[in-house]
């Protein structure tokens, strides 16, 4: 019942919640009302500073689980024709001893999206629109988690994680012994990428990693653009792997 609920009237502000931690909420919006009135979120005070003395966020852990992975699966379900994978890749170099190289394994996630650019088809299709008839940026995050459960999930486990509750969304992928940290987020600008790196490298050194990668939707296809934004960085004792992943927002 909340996911029927969650993809109803206000599918695109429950899939907001899933890239801002900063959602303004009021009694007096439709849409907050619904989404509270049926157990998808809940108020809560805003961190200062805030332009709002409460922010949404979902009701619990295991509302928001079930919610992102019900969008990621209606995401990917039309093209689960398409093989995650090229038949001949053997994945050498994303499984290695005592490493599991998730920024080549994105790699395969960008060609995945090139393949089906080149029949036409678009994963993004269908989905539900912002006020400004553009994609939710959430949507990329829901469709490169189904990818990965499609491409590698026989032999991983992938999990889904929210630090804050909302906004934000960390995948532990943990492959025999190993375990790796790739944190999703969508940004508009360049300048917002050096502090995404440091956020993804404190958090990783707090679970006791000394890598983690950063998946970033980038709302261009300019490849001068993209090559901007990506490669390996030391930040604070950490190596943080950027790949921007190109899109059309």
């Not at 989404?35 to 966020?57: D, K, Q, R, W, Y």
């Not at 912002?130 to 469709?143: N, S, T």
Request: glycine residues 6%; negative net charge; proline residues 8%.
């Amino acid at each position: 019942n909340l996911v029927a609920k969650a993809k109803g009237p206000y599918a695109r502000e429950v899939q907001s919640l899933f890239v801002k931690a900063d959602v303004p909420y009021s009694v007096d919006l439709p849409w907050c009302d619904y989404l509270e009135l049926n157990g998808i979120i809940t108020p809560v005070a805003a961190p200062e500073p805030a332009g709002a003395p409460f922010v949404c966020a979902f009701a619990s852990p295991f509302v928001q689980r079930r919610i992102y992975h019900a969008f990621s699966q209606q995401v990917a379900a039309a093209y689960q024709d398409v093989p995650a994978l090229d038949g001949a890749d053997m994945l050498e170099e994303v499984f290695t001893p005592g490493r599991l190289d998730v920024a080549a394994l994105l790699e395969r996630y960008k060609a995945y999206l090139e393949r089906l650019r080149q029949r036409g088809r678009d994963p993004f299709r269908d989905q539900p629109l912002r006020a400004d008839f553009q994609l939710p940026e959430a949507v990329g995050h829901f469709h490169l988690y189904a990818w990965l459960l499609q491409a590698v999930g026989k032999v991983c486990v992938i999990t889904p994680e929210f630090p804050t509750g909302n906004g934000k969304v960390d995948l532990r992928i943990r492959w025999e012994e190993t375990t790796a940290l790739l944190e999703v987020k969508s940004l508009g600008a360049a300048w917002e990428v050096a502090g995404a790196r440091v956020q993804v490298a404190r958090y990783a050194r707090q679970q006791g990693l000394d890598e983690a990668t950063l998946a970033v939707f980038v709302p261009t296809e300019r490849p001068e653009a993209v090559a901007k934004v990506e490669g390996t960085v030391g930040v604070e004792g950490v190596e943080v792997h950027l790949v921007a992943i190109p899109w059309r927002p």
